[in-house]
């Protein structure tokens, strides 16, 4: 007999087009078969990704919509799909089995029903935990090397600026740029994340941001020599204090501008004159354009987790329920690292 379970999935009630709260979020449930049908994959999710780009999703509108299938618009009352860990219940696929581990778009729920064509792979673990697959060896961690690598395309002992230094990506990127041989600076909200940045992942400084009145002269004291690259996070005031402070061929990139994202911030007003003459490359990219760097990545990373060389950070909320929470702390900074909310027990 078909056997048929309840699914619970975090939905959004209406569009949010300022900073979300929790109360935006609400719990929904629907019936879902437990038979797969033919090309069909039924995951029981165990770690799903929380992600500040899927603000621009649910708002009710966003440029960057229409972009890529994955910054497609999220409906109110629908499932969102995230990255994410879980473990096949049911395949309709004769490349999936029950049990496989597997890794992919999965959902704000308790269960994905993953549709052919819907990025799904199996997961070899590697000896390393799972939330780890979600956040450094995930999304994350290939916009944080692709960005780096490609993007900033970094010489030994240039001058390094990192925002948002104590999240997923940030993180990342410091600890890269360190291993390179750069000279490395972050910023982040809060004093324990500039401890942390300095004394667990081994950035050269780091600064509180909000203790600042004046960024530009902050980043001057910082690099009294010039910044040669801003990895940029968060956009807005620091975004143009770090163009005021970069050297002759510095490179910028924007990988996200989080201080902008939920309207309030301030927009930069970039000083041109200053991007023509210092010949400044400032330049956006998505992760998803460089999957052609995913087995470089993969080993570069398992390499240095393994040998201690690196850090991972997994912020991990537990149970379906605190998505909300965990989606609107992104924007507080309530996070370190990687913010990873667990659904269910490996
Ligand atoms: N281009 C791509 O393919 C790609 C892929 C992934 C992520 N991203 C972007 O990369 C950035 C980081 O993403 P993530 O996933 O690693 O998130 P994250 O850094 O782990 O979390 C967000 C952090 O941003 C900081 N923040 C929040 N509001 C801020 C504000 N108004 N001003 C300054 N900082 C603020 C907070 O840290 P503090 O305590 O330091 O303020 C917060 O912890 C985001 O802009 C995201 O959209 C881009």
Known sequence: MEEVIENKFIAIKSHI?????????????????????????????????????????????????????????????????????????????????????????????????????????????MGLPLPYHVGPLGFSGLTAYAGFFEICKPKKGENVFVSAASGSVGSLVGQYAKLFGCHVVGCAGSQ???????????????????????????????????????????????????????????????????????????????????VVYKRITIQGFLAADHTKNYGDFISTITDHLRTGKMQALCDISHGLESIPSAFVGLFRGDNIGKKIVQIAHE
């Open 17 to 125: 087009n300022g900073a979300p709260i929790e109360f935006d979020f609400e719990v929904k449930t629907e019936t879902i078969s437990l038979s797969a049908k033919s090309k069909e994959v039924i995951v029981k999710n165990l770690y799903v990704s929380i992600d500040p780009y899927q603000l621009h999703r649910m708002k009710s509108c966003s440029s960057s919509q229409t972009t890529i299938y994955l910054a497609a618009p999220v409906q109110p009352g629908q499932s969102i799909d995230t990255y994410g860990v879980g473990r096949v219940v049911a395949s309709g696929r004769p490349d999936f089995a029950k049990d496989d581990l597997v890794v992919g778009l999965l959902a704000w729920g308790e269960y994905t029903v993953v549709e052919e064509g819907r990025l799904l792979n199996k997961l070899d673990p």
């Open 192 to 274: 324990k994340k500039v401890d942390l940045l300095k004394e667990k992942l081994g950035f050269d400084d780091a600064f509180n941001y909000k203790d600042e009145t004046d960024l530009n002269s902050a980043l001057k004291r910082y690099f009294p020599n010039g910044i040669d690259i801003y990895f940029d996070n968060v956009g807005g005031e620091m975004l143009e204090a770090a163009v005021a402070n970069m050297n002759k061929f510095g490179r910028v990139a924007l990988c996200g501008v989080i201080s902008e994202y939920t309207g309030g911030g301030k927009r930069p007003a970039l000083e041109m004159l200053d």
